[in-house]
T-cell receptor
Framework: AQSVAQPEDQVNVAEGNPLTVKCTYS??????LFWYVQYPNRGLQFLLK??????LVKGSYGFEAEFNKSQTSFHLKKPSALVSDSALYFC???????????FGAGTRLFVKA | NAGVTQTPKFRVLKTGQSMTLLCAQD?????MYWYRQDPGMGLRLIHY???????AKGEVPDGYNVSRLKKQNFLLGLESAAPSQTSVYFC????????????FGPGTRLTVT
């Protein structure tokens, strides 16, 4: 069965520093992997995805993610954090050959000025 | 282009009451989903639909029913509300092909007393 783990409930970084939000997954077959962001009292917004090809994918707002097949990880990164990046981030994997997407529990990112 | 809209935004129910949540999308997406979000548990899939007139159970379907009579609308019903159904409910939609990223509505905050 597919699963997604986000090992950190919260990540704290200072503005201007690089940030990493971790995600590991378990699927049978090739994964479709996603990152979404949720701002307070809003729905989730799509940030980026990995389907195939280059292991480093770039998305919205300067975020990028690195797919590592051997470590079954898909960590979200940004070279220089902004206070406005503070939000809840969800990693997700699409069920292989099915219709469902499995979401992680979420990681709260707090960027301090 | 409104994207995905949900009504109502907030609702308080007494135990045993019924209600229907409405989701509408104007992107001509084939797939639609209903999730609930609870603290520390990420998003859990309640029901989903892969096309007009078709629905299927997700992770946590008990106590909920759905209907998709029109391609653009996906209704979620609670026949007899229980306090355990206090949650934030999100609707989402996606294409049936391509990369399957989902587009989310703003959510409905439901409290059952």
């Amino acid at each position: 069965a597919q699963s997604v783990a986000q090992p950190e409930d919260q990540v704290n970084v200072a503005e201007g520093n690089p940030l990493t939000v971790k995600c590991t997954y378990s699927v049978s077959g090739n994964p479709y992997l996603f990152w979404y962001v949720q701002y307070p009292n809003r729905g989730l917004q799509f940030l980026l995805k990995y389907i195939t090809g280059d292991n480093l994918v770039k998305g919205s707002y300067g975020f990028e993610a690195e797919f590592n097949k051997s470590q079954t990880s898909f960590h979200l990164k940004k070279p220089s954090a902004l206070v406005s990046d503070s939000a809840l981030y969800f990693c997700a994997v699409r069920e292989t050959g099915g219709f469902k997407t499995i979401f992680g529990a979420g990681t709260r990112l707090f960027v301090k000025a | 282009n409104a994207g995905v809209t949900q009504t109502p935004k907030f609702r308080v129910l007494k135990t045993g009451q019924s209600m229907t949540l409405l989701c509408a999308q104007d992107m001509n997406h084939e797939y639609m989903y209903w999730y609930r979000q609870d603290p520390g548990m990420g998003l859990r899939l309640i029901h989903y639909s892969v096309g007009e007139g078709t629905t299927a159970k997700g992770e946590v379907p008990d106590g909920y029913n759905v209907s998709r009579l029109k391609k653009q609308n996906f209704l979620l019903g609670l026949e007899s509300a229980a306090p355990s159904q206090t949650s934030v409910y999100f609707c989402a939609s996606s294409l049936a092909s391509g990369t399957y990223e989902q587009y989310f509505g703003p959510g409905t905050r439901l409290t059952v007393t």
